[in-house]
């Protein structure tokens, strides 16, 4: 039996699919077989424009993925054969005794100043089968799944973690208050599912596009969603929907434009708390956006909150996992339509799918 790897050539390139020899399992390590791998809107800024991160073409991609354990090595007991896991993104640099990856670390791995990503410095899940090393089994975020969840569930384990992870870093932001939602991508789409499953009051859906908007409000809305167009009137009609408040109580950035930015923090009130979720980024790296914040009036006296997340901890695995594993997003189906489903041969096609206005998660199937 071989390993089929895909390796992209290059941003805007080709996938090369080679044989390789099977890898086996050392001590300490395990050897998983892939079942679904979905499609981050990161992996379509790298097929288009690379990112800087990764420094060696060509290169494996994908990141957000389930697999079966396959086999394991000697001293391995917390997973077996067949048993079904999801991978969080980010994960440990290595060093066992690093302050944040490590084995007293505080599992706040973005955090560390040598941090590592799989699809990123580490190879992504664009393969059949993946071996992985022994520090990563014992300290990396991976979720167990019970029998008879569905891959097609598990394999947005790391998406939906990256979104709780924002949602829960600042208490009470999100029961019983309003949430707006900037954009209506797929993580605003998992934010929508949780604020309602997390009792939000009412969730405001923002974005500019019609179709998406629509598809969204019509395959997860209910009477605490309100959809609204992001216009010329768009911070008068988000406000004015915030009512009987004056403001939104929690603002998550799902738009990976600097207008997004603007827009968040003209919406920021008392008490409000904002989640710059969606950084701008590009081949060239990170633009700087200036903004002016009064420590005294808006955070002081106002308690104005400024948080960011990008990518997801054991905590955000753990949450993840929880709502996955008990069935807590009922209508997580309605990501992924029959236009979203890709055989692992047709990576591009996936790709290209992801990256059209009217999609949320592409799924491809590697079974």
């Known amino acids: 039996m071989k390993n089929i790897v895909y390796y992209l050539d290059g941003p805007g390139g080709a996938f090369k699919a080679v044989e390789e020899p099977m890898p086996e399992p050392g001590p300490g390590e395990i050897r998983i077989r892939m079942r679904r791998t979905s499609v981050c809107q990161s992996d379509v800024v790298i097929y288009k424009v ?9 290169a494996i991609i994908l990141h957000e993925v389930c697999a079966t354990v396959d086999a394991v090595g000697e001293g391995v007991t917390k997973y077996a054969p067949g048993d079904l896991i999801g991978i969080g993104c980010d994960i440990p640099c290595g060093d066992l005794d690093c302050i944040y ?3 007293q670390g505080t599992g706040d791995w973005t955090s560390c100043p040598n941090t590592i990503a799989t699809g990123h410095e580490f190879p992504g899940f664009a393969r059949t089968h993946a071996i ?3 520090w990563f ?3 990396g975020p991976i979720a167990k799944f019970d029998d008879g969840v569905n891959p097609d569930h598990a394999c947005q384990l790391e998406p939906l973690a990256c979104c709780l992870e ?3 870093r600042v208490n009470n932001c999100i029961e019983n208050r309003i949430v707006v939602l900037i954009g209506a991508g797929s993580q605003s789409t998992y934010a929508l599912q949780c604020s309602l499953a997390m009792g939000a009051r009412k969730v405001i859906l923002v974005n500019r596009g019609e179709d998406r908007l629509q598809r969204v409000l019509r395959d997860f809305g209910s009477e605490r969603v309100v959809g609204i167009r992001w216009d010329d009137n768009v911070v008068s009609n988000i406000l004015e929907a915030c009512r009987p408040f004056n403001e939104p109580h929690f603002v998550m950035m799902n738009a990976p434009a600097e207008a997004g930015y603007r827009l968040s923090t003209e919406l920021l009130g008392y008490g409000t708390v904002l989640d710059a979720h969606a950084g701008v980024k590009g081949a060239g790296g990170k633009p700087q956006i200036q903004h002016e914040v009064d420590l005294n009036n ?3 006296y106002k308690l104005q909150c400024y948080q960011a997340t990008h990518g997801s901890s054991m905590h955000g695995i753990g949450l993840a996992h929880r709502m996955i594993n008990e069935g807590m997003l009922p209508l997580i189906d309605k990501m992924t339509n029959d236009t979203e489903r890709f055989h692992h041969s047709e990576l591009l096609p996936a790709i290209q799918r992801a990256a059209d206005k009217d999609s949320l998660k592409v799924i491809i199937n590697w079974s």
Do not use: A, F, Y
């Open 50 to 58: 690379g990112l800087p991160r990764i420094k060696q073409w060509p």
């Open 101 to 103: 990856c490590g084995r």
């Open 132 to 134: 992985l090393p022994d």
């Open 137 to 139: 089994v014992e300290l």
């Open 166 to 168: 924002g949602m829960t």
């Open 298 to 300: 808006d955070i002081h």
